[in-house]
Structure formats: C-alpha cells, structure tokens
C-alpha cells in the first residue's frame, strides 16, 4: 500500500512541477501529444529598417538602438516566444517559432483561459502567403470564427519572415488598456489544409496561459519584441521560457484529484483487500470483516468521486464524453467494480444449499476472486494509460516525471507477487474447509494449528 501512495504522491508532484505549460484542453479531446526533442539553432535575426512611433503605424525590422526607451515585453515558452510592441494606439505582436518542430500555425488569445478569450491564429500557406483568423471558443474545443471580433487585427506579411530555423508571424491590433496583459497561446506543428479563415485547426503540439508586460520600458538587456528570440544587446543565449510555473487550469485540476482518488481507490484500496483475503483467511476468522470494509465501506466513496470527477474534467473543458480508449476502459472498468460488489454482496449474503449442508465452494466464489484479480489488473493499465498517454493529450502539458513509471513498474511486480506468495496457503484453506464439513464435524483435528478456523461468511467472528 504504501507504494501505490508513492506512485501518487510522484505523479501528483511530477503533474504539478510539469515543465511544459498549460493546456488549452485539446480542442474538444485534441490534445497536444508532447514534446519534440529535436533542437534547431535560434540565432537572432539582423534588423535594420526604422520605425514609426504614432498613429496606427508599424514597427518592423528596426535596429536595436531605436527601440530603447519604447514599451513592450516578450515571454517565451517551450515552442514559441510572443514579442509585444507598443507602438501609439496599436501594439505590434511577433509570434516566433523557437524550431523545435515544424511551423505549423501559431496562435494567441487575450486572456488566462481558452473559454471566451479572443484569439488570433495564424499560419503560412504553401503559396508564401499567411493567413490570420480571428477566433473564439465557450469552451476548451476548436475555435470558431468571430465575424465582429472586439479588436480587429491586421496581419503584417512584410514583417513576418517565413525562411530560416525560426519563422514569425507578425500582425497589429489596437491598445487596450491593460498593462499586464494574461495571454494564451499555442503551438500547432500541422499547417491547416487551405488558406480561408475557418479552415479546420489539427491538433496543438503544446498550449497554455502566460503574461505580458506592456507596461515594460525596453533596456539594452531586454529582448527585442520584434525578433524575440534574440535580445536588445544581440546576445544569442537561448530565451527563458515561461512555462515552468504556469498554474492548473480549473479542469486540470480535476483530472489530478481524479487521478488521485482512482489511484488510491483501485491502486491502494483494492488490493489490500485482495491481500487482507488471501493471506489472513486461514489464520484468523474475521478476515471477512476487513475485506468486506476496504473493498466496499472504504473504496466506493473513493472510487465514485474520483470517476466523477473523471466526467466533470471532460464536461469542464467541453470536451466529448467517451471520445479516447482511456475515458471508455474507465467506464468499463467501473461498471466492473459495481458488479464485483453485488456479487461479493450475494456472495456472503445468499449461501447455496451446497455450501450451507456440506460446505462445498460454490462457482460464484470462484468468479468472485477472478473478477476482482482482473480489476486490478485492468486499473494497472488504466492508470499507465492515463499519465502517460491521456495527461499530454488532454492538458497540453507533455509527459509527467519519469519517477511515475519507476513506481509504477514497482508496484506492478509487487502486488502479484505478494498476493501469489499467498498461494502457499491455499492447501491449508482448502483442508480447512473439508473439516468444516459435516463429516468432520465430530472429528477432532490432531493439531490445534489445523483445528477449523475458515470462515466465509458475515455471521462468524
């Protein structure tokens, strides 16, 4: 037990400590799939014509000089980095691809959340031109387009650059009036099929929420928001990345106490049962008790609220019910835990003729033990299936720490091991309940070790 409590304390902590940045919630059951581990150079960009500083005017390709004492900031994460430029009444903003994998589209939306954020999508298309679509969504699913966005953004194919290991999309939007402005964004490594507006999105690689400062006024030492992987000072080091402390989003942290609560419940709980069952049942008669309190009285108000929260986390981020394998084996495999109750229940509750005149083990107790070992069993994957594969694709936030499976593949030897030593007792058992049988019940057992102690039943203690 106290391994599958360390397998949750690592994978809640590996969750929460994830480097990677929030999520979006993967577009209605999208979800990003993790990262790319290949690396391409970031060296800065030169830059050289002059701005404009009034009006509606753009900055583009300036030289450095010219942009101190100017306000904007630039935040990076683990795929893009977004340059902010204020420049009069509009602010100039740089997505750039940090090259770890194919440009695809980039994206950002004003505010912390997917849910009513006005966004701005971009993407290049196959002819060299960009296309720009403004978007927004009730939910953590696809965005639609918004005919009437609040603010209208122009995109600025002139200073977008296309070529090199580092790409950027550049576009212009009125001010508004905060200063520190929460943006989501996202990084999608699959260009969309066609260049109009509403043109379906593929799968984001990564997502999530972080903060700009318009209210920053450039140094020598800031990056520079029109090349945002470079800084001011033409240094080359590689840009900070924003998302290792970037918060749960509210149906993330569903899915980690849903998590939880299911790793305790059917990682923990059921299989001290099975164990408490298989190792004490010839050695004490109120085994029964323990095993009826751990896998009934203890775990069902663990396991329903953790599958609940399951349900929420998908209702929450507007995804689709039942959409992946992990949602559907979670289904099954709880609907199999109800039956296992009910026919523990019936089991100790409703004896057979055949066991209550000559103590002979009824068929049900046999499916009883099989049906539970497969529950286990099943959870085994089950839990694997969702922090290593349904975590990521949900969230956007990559793969959780390592340790995980360390533990993981602990506690999957362990548990067999120790309920299959238990085997050692299983002729013990069985001689024991032929002594409780009828014809033995006026013989008197030689050793007081093998004196009847087997009970199966609630009314013996």
Request: include cysteine; glycine fraction near 10%.
């Amino acid at each position: 037990m106290r391994g599958a409590l360390l397998l949750l304390g690592v994978g809640a902590s590996a969750v929460l400590a994830s480097p990677q940045g929030g999520g979006y919630g993967g577009y209605g059951g999208y979800g990003g799939g993790g990262d790319d581990d290949h690396r391409t150079s970031t060296t800065p960009t030169s830059t050289t014509a002059p701005p404009q500083t009034s009006g509606t005017t753009t900055t583009g390709n300036v030289s450095s000089s010219v942009l101190l004492g100017m306000n904007g900031d630039t935040v990076c994460t683990p795929y893009l980095c977004v340059g902010a430029l204020v420049n009069g009444t509009t602010v100039q903003y740089t997505l750039q691809s940090l090259g770890k994998a194919d440009l695809g589209w980039m994206a950002m939306g004003f505010g912390q959340t997917m849910a009513n954020s006005p966004m701005v999508i971009m993407w290049p298309n196959a002819d060299g031109s960009v296309t720009l679509s403004q978007r927004q969504a009730s939910a953590e699913v696809m965005p639609t387009v918004v005919p009437t966005p609040p603010r209208i953004a122009t995109k600025q194919p002139a200073l977008s650059s296309l070529t090199g290991s580092n790409p950027k999309l550049v576009y212009t939007i009125p001010a508004n009036t905060d200063t520190q402005q929460g943006i989501i964004w996202a990084f999608g490594s699959q260009r969309p099929s066609s260049a109009a507006e509403d043109a379906t999105l593929l799968q984001h690689v990564l997502s999530g929420p972080t903060k700009l400062n318009l209210g920053n006024t450039l140094a020598a030492d800031s990056r520079d928001p029109t090349n945002p992987i470079s800084s001011l000072s033409g240094s080359d080091t590689p840009p900070p990345s924003a998302g290792v402390s970037t918060p749960l989003l509210p149906y993330q942290k569903m899915i980690v106490a849903h998590a939880i609560l299911c790793v305790v419940g059917f990682l923990a709980i059921l299989p001290a049962g099975a164990l408490l069952a298989r190792w004490l049942r010839t050695f004490n008669p109120i085994w029964f008790k323990g095993h009826h309190l751990l896998q009934l009285f203890i775990s069902l108000p663990i396991i329903v609220p953790g599958v609940a929260l399951g349900f929420a986390a998908v209702h929450k981020a507007g995804a689709e019910h039942l959409s992946d394998d992990h949602m559907k084996w979670g289904l099954g495999i709880f609907v199999l835990y109800i039956i296992q109750l009910m026919v523990g229940e019936f089991i100790h509750t409703i004896k057979p003729k055949s066991w209550s005149v000559d103590k002979r083990r009824p068929p049900q107790n046999y499916f009883h033990a099989i049906l539970g070992l497969l529950i286990i069993a099943l959870a085994f994957y089950q839990v694997r299936t969702g922090y290593k594969t349904e975590w990521p694709k949900q969230t956007g936030r990559g793969e959780i720490s390592n340790a995980a499976n360390i533990v993981w593949y602990v506690w999957v030897v362990l548990i067999p091991v120790l309920y299959f030593g238990g085997l050692v007792f299983l002729r013990r058992q069985y001689k024991q309940e032929r002594m409780t049988r009828p014809k033995h019940r006026d013989e008197t057992s030689e050793s007081e070790e093998m004196r009847p102690r087997y009970r199966d039943s609630p009314d013996h203690s």
